[in-house]
């Protein structure tokens, strides 16, 4: 893949969309959204839910026609990205103890994945309690050193080690630190290995990728949590600042929706959103956000509701003020708008990524940027992967 290329597509496809993007779809309220998005719900609100999961999913667009159908096919394949050609290692069953599904699918095929790397010293950053270095290192020669900063979580994994499996606790010991690009390595012959590394923690491993260790094996994830952004030059010469707005919906991206998921997320955007309509309207107040309320409340009494989140609403009539919206063709329109924004969060993810890699590549690095984990299972499935030249 050419990463420069690549890169530069998806962000002049940003660019086209950066309302939708840097803006939540309630910022848009009182107004109509911005054309052409105004049409496109109006040709979606004809369709059939599973017509929209379809669409949103990326399975099919034969419902949809013209602009619309364009959008989301250029946003299919900027969105693809070469998978990892490697057969899932099989681990034994003494090292699942304590590991989800999810931890065991990703191990498997990191496991595989390095199958051919020297393994001899490894650096395993926000390692937890150490169940990727276990499933590396357990059946080849190699120590592996992980860092975390939650003594609980390592002290567990030092037990657990012990218990199980305490031929490794000669090969896997554990550091307390809040990992930076300063802190110290002892080996520059190390792979060190981030598995979604929260935040800027990806871009500390990176810098010290850099500067310490020869080889890099990175995944991203909680974006919203990230302060640096635009690293490589391509990047500076055009940069986005990305709101938080966008950086969350690049951190819940590449979700695969199915009934029930689709159905929770309209019940909370639905509650959400009359009751900002009712604020904004009633009460003359702008937008703020809520917080996160439990699932179920979505599903209960909207008064209560309201009376929880937004107390001043007390003296209105919620209850017939909320019949009233529910007939709102501007809610419609709001509710069907989110199928069309959420697709672009994979791009902004990807953005973010390639920005990272081509930042390595100009540092005098051979990148790699694949698809490694079936994201079902694991949505933040984009692998760095990096080795000094």
Request: aromatic share 8%; with cysteine.
């Amino acid at each position: 893949m050419d990463l420069e290329r690549r890169f530069e597509d998806i962000r002049n496809f940003l660019v086209q969309h950066i309302q939708l993007v840097q803006s939540e779809i309630l910022n848009h309220y009182p107004h109509e959204l911005p054309s052409p998005y105004d049409g496109w719900c109006r040709q979606l609100s004809k369709l059939s839910k599973n017509n929209l999961i379809d669409i949103e999913n990326g399975k099919s667009f034969e419902s949809i026609h013209g602009e619309l159908r364009n959008y989301y096919e250029s946003i299919k394949e900027l969105s693809q990205l070469p998978e990892v050609n490697v057969k899932s290692a099989a681990i034994p069953k003494r090292l699942e103890v304590g590991m989800t599904h999810k931890k065991r699918h990703e191990t498997s095929i990191i496991k595989g994945f390095l199958a051919r790397e020297d393994l001899s010293k490894i650096i395993d950053v926000g390692s937890g309690k150490g169940h990727m270095s276990k499933v590396l290192l357990y059946d080849t020669d190699g120590s592996s050193e992980c860092i975390d900063c939650d003594p609980k979580l390592q002290s567990s994994g030092a037990q657990l080690i012990k218990k199980q499996t305490p031929e490794l606790a000669t090969k896997i010991s554990f550091r307390e630190e809040f990992f930076t690009k300063d802190s110290v390595i002892k080996d520059r012959s190390s792979l060190i290995l981030g598995l979604h590394c929260c935040g800027d923690l990806s871009v500390e491993l990176i810098r010290s990728h850099i500067t310490s260790c020869e080889k890099l094996l990175n995944f991203g994830c909680c974006y919203h949590k990230s302060k640096e952004f635009n690293l490589s030059g391509l990047a500076l010469s055009s940069p986005i600042p990305f709101s938080f707005h966008a950086l969350n919906l690049a951190t819940r991206s590449n979700r695969t929706l199915n009934n029930t998921s689709f159905d929770r997320r309209q019940s909370v955007k639905l509650y959400r959103y009359i009751l900002h309509m009712i604020l904004k309207d009633e009460l003359n107040e702008e937008f703020k956000t809520l917080g996160n309320a439990h699932h179920s409340e979505y599903y209960s009494d909207f008064t209560a509701y309201c009376k929880k989140y937004a107390p001043q609403t007390k003296k209105l009539d919620v209850d017939s003020l909320h019949k009233k919206y529910l007939k709102s063709d501007r809610l419609k329109d709001y509710l069907v708008a989110e199928v069309i924004r959420s697709p672009l969060g994979r791009l902004v993810e990807l953005y973010i990524i390639l920005d990272r890699a081509l930042f390595l590549k100009e540092n005098g690095h051979d990148v790699k940027v694949c698809s490694f984990f079936d994201p079902e299972l694991s949505p933040r499935n984009i692998g760095i992967f990096s080795c000094k030249l």
